[in-house]
């Protein structure tokens, strides 16, 4: 357990360095900008307490907000993520439940499940954090196609981290 | 008292995501208004510090397009030097004493191009003479304005800001407007305030107009895209194409109005007569 921890935290200062030095000033064809950072998120345990869970998003959203002169708004798309993580592993919980020492992992519960567990927290936050930023609707449709933009950009680098995170396969 | 500490207990996630979410929209709010809260401000110390580090890494790998940009300016500037002109005009151009801008030249540490409050982070503050409301030019043109300024940082709103209003006029023409961003993209803009009968074309040369004694007049900002009669009753509804390259730019100048202070002193006496 203790390993894992510190795995996780290893995995959190190279992805905030990561995201805040060089993804914050990545443009993809001039406004995409994939946000990998959230990948905190999901590599946390799935029976971590939901509360920890909350509030490593909040100082995870902090940090980014610090040094993108954004305050509240990643901070408030980070919490919404974890404050549905719970629901959503419920969701798409296997039939006979997790088992106890589970970790939402590409290797340990398939492609299609880790597809759908992050693909929709991804989502939830890219929604939140697109829209919180213009802050009005008269650009629905074109924030619209960056939220939908960067996510694909953000999934193809979060299945590329989770490859490298997990562990070798026996 | 007991049941109020069970409910507590029990719904306690989701009231901690309630006051969580809570503290960050206030937050939000709160910094609309730009740079409100100074603590998160990437001029501060910390961030100022590591974007500056990050800099020094960075830089070698855009050191080709930088060296040509600044030759380019070069030969602009080398045909501005006065043993170019005959005698007669370099008596001219020598003037009588007083300069009222001078340049400090910086660099961009930090930017964001896709937002609406998109902002720039400059390498040098006050103990290098940069004050607020100083003017911020790249070698293609105008790139914005000083808003806050530290010891060794200072924060820049750039024209592809949402609260940005630069006054501007057409090269040539003598028709004055201002200029202000809705976004999304960075590299057009909107011109105000023009009204119907002044003939703008495509192509026309947007420039300062040195009303605001922030920028010095005829610095460019932009080439007119398209121009339409739009929804508005006087005005036309013209597009340009900003002149800076606002994900590239990297070398700028921040301008020093030396007689600003005077001027706006008069301006003021006056104002209140």
Partial sequence: MGKNNSVI?????????FQILVLNSVYLFGFVNPYVYVFVILILPIDL?????????????????????TPGMHMAATLTMAFFRPAVLRLIAPREGYEADARPDLGEMGFYWYFRYSGLLVFI???????????????????LSRVMLSWIASMILIFLFQILVQKPQK | MRNLFQIILRFHFQLLYFVLMIISLLLLMNSNEYHETTWFNSSSFVTGKVYNTWYSVRRYFSLRQENDRLAMENNILKNMLKQNYLKEDSQLLQGSGTVQFSYYPAIVINKSVNRQKNFMTLNIGSLSGVEPE???????????????????????????????HLSVKIRGKEFFGTISWEGPDYRTARLNEIPFHVPVEIGDIIETSGFS???????????????????????LDIQIILATDFLKVNHVMVIRNNVRKEQKELEQKTGNG
Avoid at chain 1, 64 to 69: Q, Y
């Fill in chain 1, 9 to 17: 935290l290893l995995w959190t200062i190279v992805l905030l360095i």
């Fill in chain 1, 49 to 69: 307490r939901p509360w920890i869970g909350l509030m490593v998003a909040f100082f995870l959203g902090l940090t980014l907000d610090t040094f993108t002169d």
């Fill in chain 1, 125 to 143: 936050h890219h929604l939140l954090l697109f829209y919180l930023e213009v802050f009005r609707f008269s650009h629905f449709f074109h924030t």
């Fill in chain 2, 134 to 164: 100083m003017g911020v030019v790249a070698p293609d043109g105008v790139v914005g304005i000083v808003r806050d300024v530290s010891p060794h940082f200072s924060t820049v709103i750039p024209i592809i800001n949402t609260g940005s």
């Fill in chain 2, 213 to 235: 004694a922030i920028f010095p007049r005829g610095i460019t900002v932009g080439i007119v895209n398209e121009v339409s009669r739009g929804t508005d009753d006087y005005f």
